[in-house]
């Protein structure tokens, strides 16, 4: 009884939250061309984002606000080739009936057509989308999105993670958060940012050094190692009420990791010898995870928590193992490069970045699968590039570069490619980390 | 004698007033010295320099660990933190654990030498906080530290 009552009723509730959730997802299966087209990895999707319809001066200028919106948040993708809309996409003589020039679309090589209608209703603003598939001039969504008129950038990213779920089958980045340090109050505080750099806003004043500032999953807590005791300490902020959590215990604490919502692992000498500890949200410490004389330390887990890579110096210089959460079997994962640091496992599980400092001083970005195989170079020529992170749908990656002077807050592709500078300004920014929400 | 006793009372109760406030204020005026400043660096106490990449004590600090232990020992009533520092190179995480380490053999080596562990303190503070401002060796040299400072 209890054994059918454990499976019936997850199956249930797995039902249930796919009709509620996703009902989207459906749509996407019907059109499932579109995500072929991704998987086969034939390129980007040709769209044309078609300018807001808009009656009114304030409609007119929050519609345009919006273009700009949502052409930034699909750019900043790089899933999409942005097509200018042809001047006759559409065809206004029927001015209540507007016609949809699909031929038109056709011919400057559109695959998806998307466009709107801006309205206002007391303060509150409506966005009507409609997405077509250019050569088959089929339907593929019809939203309507509402928010307040100083809510334009959710708005827009709402439509624009829409689109996206709807044509590649995956979450996107839109509403996930970026995690960094920056000295520009003169000390090293944590700061955070949206996905694509917009929003700065700082999150510690401890006027004195922070480091390794990691979100939880479920985005509840961030750790991170700070320097106000005097030695650098594990601390655990819970978000929610403000409440801070520290390790008690003597020693150095170093470079937390979540491995799920409730514990994190950190390295930690409680009794002299470095070791990575599972540690509760309370600052307990809940199970020692390695046992070896040398270093071991920067924990990254499997989405599932069963595999935990880390940095050790047991063979001699610094490589990443992974050790198996069950078993404690350690398996060497990197064997080229004199010194290898700074793993971060794709939250897809199939992949772990890393950084491996050469012979001729550059710092690099490296992926490999988590079995070791596939090893593959992403950046080169440019310096120091450190601190890799994932984003949550493992499609692009955060990190530090600097290439041009002071060290500075990068994102690129997963697969290497579109390197680009996301957050301006004259501060030294370190150590970025991508939150698992989004 | 009768008439004398309203003189001297009119005499002595002034005097003696006056002789009480002027107590008061020199209890104000010579207020207990500033304590000294915590923490002071004497003569004596010296740092230790590592190889890159490495904890393990050079051959060239053993003298030096000698005179800070002895010093020390010496000085009964100082404890002493020992920081670990490295150079820029490599990676913070990294660095953070190699300067504990680098601490803990300076340590180490005292404690052999007969000083109690309870007047030993370490910290790391791995690259964040190097001597040298310069990226050549000669700066990295001066970073790779054990550096002793009395409480």
Redesign the interface.
Known sequence: MVQLFNRVVPGIIVVLFCLVVFPLKLAAAENGEYIAIRKEGSGNIALVLDKLDANGKKESKFAQSLDTIMHDGLDFTKIFSLISPPLNVKDFTDKKNVVINFGALTSVGAEVYAGGTLTRKSGMINLDMKVYDASGSKLLLSKTYTGREEGLRSIGHAFCADLIELLTGKKSVFGSKIVFISNKTGF?EIYECDFDGYGVAQLTNLKS?A??PALSPDGKHLAY?G?AS???TLYIRNLVDGKIASVSKS??S??PGWRNNTEVAA?L?PE?N?EIFLVNTDGSLSKRVTNNKS?D??PTFSPDGTKMAF?SSRNG??QIFVQDMQSGLVKRLTFSGR?N??PAWSPLGDKIAY?T?EKNGE?NIFVVNADGSGLKQLTQNSREN??PSFSPDGEMIVYTSNRQGREKVYVMSSKGGNERLLLQGDDVQ??PSWSLFR | MKTMKPLLRTLFIPTMLFLGACACCEETVVAPPPPPPPVIVLPGLGDVFYDF?RSELRADAVDQLKTNANWIQANATHNVIIEGHCDE??????N???G??RA?SAKDYIVNLGVAPARLKT????E?KPFADGHNEEAWAQNRRAHFVAE
Do not use: C
Not at chain 2, 123 to 126: K, L, Q
């Open positions: 090293k050094i480091m390794n190692i320097f005097g030695r650098p020693g150095v170093i470079d390295t000498s002299g470095q270093i330390i920067s940095v210089l610094p010194y640091t700074q950084t400092w710092i450190k601190s370190t150590q | 990449d190179r490599g990676t913070s995480e990294y953070l654990a190699l504990e380490r803990n910290v790391s503070f791995g964040e």
